[in-house]
């Protein structure tokens, strides 16, 4: 059974940094594809933050985070990791991870990913 663990998530005032990382376990076939992580704040749909290819060549971060967030990733490990720095009131949501994508896409949806973490909550307070 592949399950997605997620790790990291806390309460932090703005400016501050933290890390969320996810580990994949169970999974035992081909590679995981894309992996990444998207947010979901109350009231609003669950947006993709950031997703890197497995071989690391590709990254994508969306325009509300870029400058802010680095995401990395262990294949070997099957890890994916979130470094968010100067975090804003905006940032509060909670961090899902993602993988079991494999068609690149412009504009990611949630439905292009197959396997969830249950979610971590991140809350940035002013």
């Known amino acids: 059974q592949v399950q997605l663990m997620e790790f990291g998530g806390c309460s932090v005032q703005a400016g501050g940094s933290l890390t969320l990382s996810c580990a994949l376990s169970?999974?035992?076939?081909?590679?995981?594809?894309?992996m990444g992580w998207f947010r979901q704040a109350p009231g609003k749909e669950r947006e993709a933050v950031s997703i890197?290819?497995?071989?690391?060549?590709?990254?994508y971060y969306a325009d509300s985070v870029k400058g802010r967030v680095t995401i990395s990733r262990d294949t070997a490990k099957n890890t994916v990791s979130l470094q968010m720095d100067s975090l804003q009131s905006e940032d509060t949501a909670v961090y899902y991870c993602?993988?079991?994508?494999?068609?690149?896409?412009?504009?990611?949806?949630?439905?292009?990913?197959?396997?969830w973490g249950q979610g971590t909550q991140v809350t940035v307070s002013s």
């Open positions: 890197m290819s497995a071989g690391g060549d590709y990254t």
């Open positions: 993602a993988a079991g994508a494999y068609w690149r896409r412009v504009f990611w949806n949630s439905a292009d990913f197959r396997y």
């Open positions: 169970g999974y035992t076939s081909r590679d995981p594809g894309y």
